[in-house]
């Protein structure tokens, strides 16, 4: 990983108030998120990748929570991955 991106993550992680992510929640992958997919740069730290290869605009952050019980700091890791521009929160569906 290169010293930028680790900077880069340390700032983040740093940077406001924890995350409140709601279960149905939905996340995809942007343009961007698919790009650093599809390249074998890997700049993203093993753990940040693995849950944006696991993106895919379906699943919710309960599933998340309750298929990845043991990854520590869930919450935290999508919204870092958000403030890189990585994935983008799917929007609700318009309800009359």
């Not at 993550?9 to 998120?33: M, S």
Request: charged residues 30%; proline residues 7%.
């Amino acid at each position: 990983m290169s010293p930028q991106i680790h900077d880069l993550i340390r700032k983040l992680a740093q940077a406001g108030e924890p995350p409140v992510l709601v279960d149905g929640e939905v996340f995809l992958r942007t343009p961007r998120g698919n790009d650093e997919v599809r390249t074998a740069r890997r700049l993203l730290p093993q753990r940040l990748r693995m849950l944006l290869l696991l993106v895919d605009g379906r699943r919710s952050v309960g599933d998340f929570r309750r298929g990845l019980s043991r990854y520590r700091n869930l919450d935290e890791s999508l919204d870092m991955l958000a403030k890189m521009g990585l994935i983008d929160q799917l929007p609700a569906p318009f309800t009359d």
